[in-house]
């Protein structure tokens, strides 16, 4: 398994000799305003160059979108990915709206696992807010408030459970019981509204997963990408050496590969 750090949330895994793009972010630096109401109003999205060429980033068998928010899947990736690429979309809706913008080759995550080959692909449930308001501010901006997270499954390879954009909660303990994963994906740069409330884990979320799956190892992402992620990675870094999970924990920088 190999888990390649591209930018923000968009990553290339390599499980069971397929090659997955997550959450593609492919627009050029700065080619987006700020997100509204947050931090860092002086930056535009996203905040730094990919770090590899288009032609490596579209050299998969398949794209996951676990969410269509900008920072997941732009109008860059719209354009650029070959329409005729498979796309794993989290709901109906979005699928549809995939087919809209021309994609030919879609099919819907299921919660009881979706099958590419002798993979196995299950939709998980995440909770992409720290506050029940912030679903009416997600309608108001026109963009989904649902996310999910992924597990990967194959009798050669460790479960990889990609969480997606939540915050941790009660509901999240029964997945990690449920799947017992061995290698976890965290985004992880703690995404706020300038009053706080929050999109994706915080810190303390991130080790309170940590917790409850004290076997496992888990890689940091969604950081220093787009300007309201407030955690970065010398942040997480100095935190989990605090707290005593670093030897669990890898924080790539853009461009670099973790092998499992």
């Known amino acids: 398994m190999k888990l390649k750090q591209i930018r923000n949330a968009t990553m290339i895994i390599t499980y069971a000799n ?16 700020p997100f509204p109401g947050t931090h860092n109003q002086h930056l535009n999205n996203p905040i730094v160059e990919l770090p590899v060429s288009m032609e490596e980033i579209l050299d998969v068998d398949a794209v996951i979108v676990t969410h269509i928010h900008l920072d997941h899947f732009d109008p860059a990736a719209m354009e650029i990915i070959p329409k005729d690429m498979k796309m794993f979309a989290q709901n109906e809706n979005e699928a549809n709206q995939m087919k809209e913008a021309g994609f030919n080759n879609v099919e819907v995550l299921k919660e009881e696992g979706t099958l ?3 993979i196995t692909l299950t939709k998980t449930p995440a909770k992409h807010y720290s506050d029940d308001s912030i679903p009416e501010l ?9 996310a999910c997270g992924v597990v990967f499954s194959h009798p050669k390879e460790k479960v990889l459970y990609v969480m997606g954009d939540t915050i941790w909660y009660d509901e999240l303990k029964n997945i990690f019981a449920k799947y017992n994963p061995e290698v976890v994906t965290v985004n992880a740069g703690n995404a706020q509204f300038v009053d706080g409330r929050y999109l994706i884990m915080s810190k303390d979320d991130f080790f309170e997963a940590t917790k409850v799956a004290p076997n496992a190892q888990f890689v940091a992402t969604h ?30 920088a853009d461009g670099e590969t973790i092998e499992f």
């Open 18 to 33: 397929k090659k997955f793009l997550i959450d593609p972010m492919l627009g050029d630096k700065g080619i987006y305003p």
């Open 116 to 118: 590419f080959g002798d």
């Open 138 to 146: 997600f309608r108001q901006l026109n963009t989904a408030d649902e």
């Open 223 to 252: 950081m220093e990408g787009v300007n309201h992620l407030m955690v970065s990675r010398k942040d997480l870094r100095e935190y989990a050496i605090e707290k005593e999970f670093s030897n669990r924990l890898s924080i790539p």
